[in-house]
């Protein structure tokens, strides 16, 4: 069965249905040795050459395809490759000798935490459309004074210059004095949102960390600049939280966190008209993630999956790749 160019490429993974459109256009792809034509039907028949290469196609989604997890140290930068010189997530990751490796979302050099990475572009296109509202969470140092009337314009939305913006859901995570922590729950991922909200009501945050991306959590043994392939088991759920189908065709839809206060334990939320966070202190369950141990810190982690950054190698594979950022 035949389908467009954009879509068949993207889940072969050699990028986003954007990056395909963009090489498309630049006549960078060729089927059956004509210039490709943006939304032309192809198939796994088809002769498909990128920058002279063949491309080797498969109109089935299989087990073939990785998703891996990364936790991105601050000072690292989320393109393939930098003017200035600076380290990139590529650098760190594992090569593949299939496909390549499509970045889920950015974060900014300031921010450290969980970034996903696939082979399978359809995929990642999913998991980043605004459409498919997938939750991210992020562990907030806020450096000045939160008072509850903040709390609430930051959950009932605040204009900022792209537009109106608020959190889901906010956890007070403790701390003392100016340093506080709190757990924020949003589903969109706009350049430095989270940031920005924080300071429109006049407070910084002094560290940020992502901790949770739709249905995949940052492990705690997964230390900064360390990666972790994910298993079977929790790449089903995590096709299931888009509704796509995994491996052996069967659909698997995996239950998205209710967005009601209350509903995902430990997650208070703040309402106009009742009781919003106090300034107490939490009970006993913070987060280790917003911020860990020394002991966990100077830990090896806790399962021989966990890899370390390598010493050389992009991570690219030796898969043609479309210029520009990942």
Same mark, same amino acid.
């Given at each position: 069965?035949?389908e467009?160019? $954009?879509?068949?490429?993207?889940?072969?993974?050699y990028?986003?249905? +954007?990056?395909?459109e963009?090489?498309?256009?630049?006549?960078?792809?060729?089927v059956n040795?004509?210039?490709?034509?943006?939304?032309?039907?192809?198939?796994?028949?088809? $002769?498909v050459?990128?920058r002279?290469?063949?491309l080797?196609?498969s109109?089935?989604?299989n %087990?073939?395809?990785? @998703?891996l997890?990364?936790?991105?140290? %601050? /000072?690292?930068?989320?393109?393939?490759?930098?003017?200035?010189g600076?380290p990139t997530?590529f650098?760190?990751?594992?090569?593949?000798?299939?496909?390549?490796?499509?970045m889920?979302?950015?974060?900014?050099?300031?921010?450290d935490?969980?970034l996903l990475?696939t082979?399978d572009g359809?995929l990642a296109?999913?998991?980043?459309h605004p *459409?498919? =509202?997938?939750?991210?969470?992020?562990?907030?140092?806020?450096?000045?004074?939160?008072?509850?009337?903040?709390?609430?314009?930051? $959950?009932e939305g605040?204009e900022?210059?792209?537009?109106?913006?608020?959190?889901?859901?906010i956890?007070?995570?403790?701390g003392?004095?100016?340093?506080h922590w709190?757990?924020?729950?949003?589903a969109?991922?706009?350049?430095?949102e989270v940031?920005?909200?924080w300071? *429109?009501q006049g @407070?910084?945050?002094s560290?940020l960390?992502?901790?949770?991306?739709g249905?995949i959590?940052l492990p705690?043994?997964l230390?900064?600049?360390?990666?972790? =392939?994910?298993?079977v088991?929790?790449?089903?759920?995590l096709? /299931?939280l888009?509704?796509?189908?995994?491996e052996d065709?069967s659909d698997f839809?995996? =239950?998205?966190?209710?967005?009601r206060?209350?509903?995902?334990?430990?997650?208070?939320?703040v309402?106009?008209?009742?009781?919003?966070?106090g300034?107490?202190?939490?009970? %006993?369950?913070?987060?280790s993630? %917003?911020?860990?141990s020394? *002991?966990?810190?100077?830990?090896s982690?806790?399962?021989?999956? @966990?890899s370390?950054r390598p010493?050389? /190698?992009s991570?690219a594979?030796k +898969?043609?790749?479309?210029?520009?950022?990942?």
């Amino acid at each position: 069965m035949k389908e467009r160019i $954009q879509k068949l490429l993207s889940r072969a993974g050699y990028g986003s249905r +954007r990056e395909i459109e963009r090489m498309v256009n630049a006549g960078e792809i060729l089927v059956n040795g004509q210039r490709a034509a943006s939304g032309q039907a192809i198939d796994e028949n088809d $002769q498909v050459t990128l920058r002279g290469q063949r491309l080797h196609l498969s109109s089935r989604v299989n %087990a073939t395809h990785k @998703v891996l997890m990364y936790h991105k140290p %601050a /000072g690292e930068v989320c393109t393939l490759s930098d003017p200035e010189g600076r380290p990139t997530v590529f650098d760190s990751l594992p090569k593949i000798r299939a496909g390549r490796w499509i970045m889920v979302g950015r974060l900014d050099i300031n921010t450290d935490g969980l970034l996903l990475f696939t082979t399978d572009g359809e995929l990642a296109n999913k998991l980043m459309h605004p *459409s498919s =509202e997938i939750e991210r969470e992020y562990a907030c140092r806020v450096l000045g004074e939160v008072n509850n009337e903040m709390l609430i314009r930051l $959950q009932e939305g605040v204009e900022l210059e792209d537009g109106k913006a608020n959190f889901m859901r906010i956890k007070d995570a403790g701390g003392e004095g100016v340093n506080h922590w709190y757990h924020v729950v949003l589903a969109e991922g706009r350049n430095r949102e989270v940031r920005r909200l924080w300071e *429109s009501q006049g @407070v910084k945050i002094s560290r940020l960390i992502r901790v949770r991306y739709g249905n995949i959590m940052l492990p705690r043994y997964l230390r900064s600049g360390h990666h972790k =392939e994910l298993e079977v088991r929790e790449l089903r759920k995590l096709y /299931g939280l888009v509704n796509m189908a995994f491996e052996d065709g069967s659909d698997f839809t995996a =239950e998205r966190p209710e967005r009601r206060s209350g509903a995902r334990p430990g997650m208070k939320s703040v309402d106009s008209g009742r009781t919003a966070i106090g300034g107490s202190h939490p009970s %006993a369950r913070r987060s280790s993630l %917003a911020r860990p141990s020394s *002991s966990e810190r100077s830990s090896s982690p806790a399962r021989p999956t @966990v890899s370390r950054r390598p010493s050389n /190698g992009s991570g690219a594979g030796k +898969r043609p790749q479309p210029r520009g950022r990942g």
